[in-house]
């Protein structure tokens, strides 16, 4: 645990000069498993299609929303739903790493994902891990390309304390312990090159780092204890729930992103009752986030975004599942630059699903398709990075940030 939270601060020392009102942010609520579009923002009740659900109104007049997310329907007017998102993939973990990179899987390279690139385009001086991923999935996000030092630090359920951040001695036996540290670091220094331990191993600036963290009052902000009842039962009490309040507790401590997970979506089977146990759990605490970030003026500098790795096919099988279907599937997004009360693109009631259709293509359902590289470039421009810009990797290969565009439509 001290070598992940020492891997995110070992560039801390960086300090960037921008005014911490004007901080932009992001947190990911990230649905794992693939989310139904018709079960949750994008319901085509009483079609051929539509399931079980029904459709209910948002507080947007002419967009609908599932039955499965009342509470969330009520919020509506504080963001845009994008409801025609497509891409390649429709394996999860390929899916997943298109969807949090923006970038497809290449042998020859790994990219890093959202939070990542915000970290490394704003470096600022932190005792807490700048990106970080709350009751992480299969695949949390990495640092890719840019370094392991960007990668999310990981946690579980913000209900318990962050472990290994207290030492098993007491103090007087601490002190005796990083004494003997700096003899062998002394040691180790002796007849190297100063960069070998800096620049290649980084062992030493990641124990300061770590240890600064151990005694820093900003290791609060993980703890939502001393919430209200209220509060934490607006927010579910579930670990989902407990992650997403801590995720507004971390953005004002400082932290750049924070990616909360929310697993069950991978409904083969039962598919109307996994989406709605999913949804029980993802209502109410999307609805609080959104609430809580209105009420304390950060909506404005923090971009929610809220989706998974694909959606699931208009067909319900004999299981009584949807599978996976990347070919037009809904990200809900709000705050930061993104227009509210808007649905952008639609897919259609009455779908060719047949792909040996003759008729049959990625697109041919979907009104105004948005790409996983728009996605994110719309998401970089809303964050202040410059989605376009040409970077060398490492290896020295020339790239872009992402291929896309920015959706001007959804832009406020």
């Known amino acids: ?31 794992e498993g693939g989310p139904s579009q018709l ?19 948002t507080s947007v007049k002419g967009i609908e929303f599932a039955d499965t997310l009342p509470r969330t329907a009520e919020r509506m007017h504080l963001g845009t739903l994008i409801r025609s998102m497509t891409s390649k993939e429709g394996d999860h973990q390929r899916a997943v790493y298109n969807i949090k990179t ?27 891990p700048r990106h970080v991923s709350i009751v992480p999935g299969q695949w949390p996000a ?71 963290m151990m005694s820093s009052e900003q290791i609060d902000a993980f703890d939502v204890s001393g919430e209200t009842a209220a509060t934490l039962d607006a927010f579910g009490d579930t670990p989902f729930g407990r992650g997403c309040l801590a995720a507004t507790r971390l953005i004002e401590a400082g932290v750049r992103c924070v990616e909360v997970n929310l697993n069950g979506w991978d409904s083969h089977i039962n598919n109307h009752s996994l989406q709605s146990s999913a949804c029980e759990t993802l209502d109410p605490a999307l609805a609080a986030l959104l609430d809580r970030l209105e009420e304390r003026d950060m909506l404005k500098n923090t971009l929610v975004v809220c989706g998974g790795e694909f959606g699931r096919t208009p067909t319900i099988n004999p299981a009584g599942g949807r599978d996976h279907w990347p070919h037009g599937f809904s990200m809900f997004l709000a705050g930061c630059g993104i227009r509210r009360g808007f649905a952008y693109g639609e897919t259609s009631a009455d779908p060719i699903v047949d792909s040996s259709d003759p008729k049959f293509s990625p697109t041919v359902n979907i009104d105004k398709p948005v790409t996983v590289g728009d996605l994110h470039a719309t998401i970089f421009k809303c964050l202040g990075v410059e989605y376009d810009r040409e ?5 020295g290969r020339p790239l872009v940030r992402v291929e896309g565009e920015p959706i001007e439509a959804i832009l406020a």
């Not at 100063?194 to 300061?208: G, I, V, Y």
């Not at 970077?391 to 290896?395: A, K, L, M, N």
Request: aromatic content about 8%.
């Open 1 to 31: 645990m001290l070598t992940a939270i020492a891997n995110q601060l070992a560039f801390a020392d960086e300090v960037a000069k921008t005014d911490p009102h004007q901080r932009k942010n992001v947190i990911l609520l990230w649905m």
């Open 39 to 57: 079960e949750t923002f994008d319901p085509h009740a009483g079609t051929k299609y539509g399931g079980d659900v029904k459709a209910i109104p």
């Open 102 to 128: 923006g970038w497809r899987p290449d042998p020859t390279l790994v990219h890093p994902a959202i939070g990542a690139v915000l970290c490394d385009e704003f470096r600022e001086t932190l005792d807490i």
């Open 142 to 212: 990495k640092g890719g390309y840019l370094g392991p030092i960007y990668d999310a630090f990981k946690m579980g359920d913000p209900n318990s304390p962050v472990p290994d951040l207290k030492a098993r001695v007491d103090a007087a036996r601490m002190e005796q312990r990083l004494a003997g540290l700096d003899f062998l670091e002394s040691q180790f220094r002796r007849g190297r090159l100063s960069d070998l331990d800096q620049n290649r191993t980084l062992h030493e600036s990641s124990t300061k780092a770590a240890l600064r």
């Open 391 to 395: 970077i060398e990797t490492p290896v």
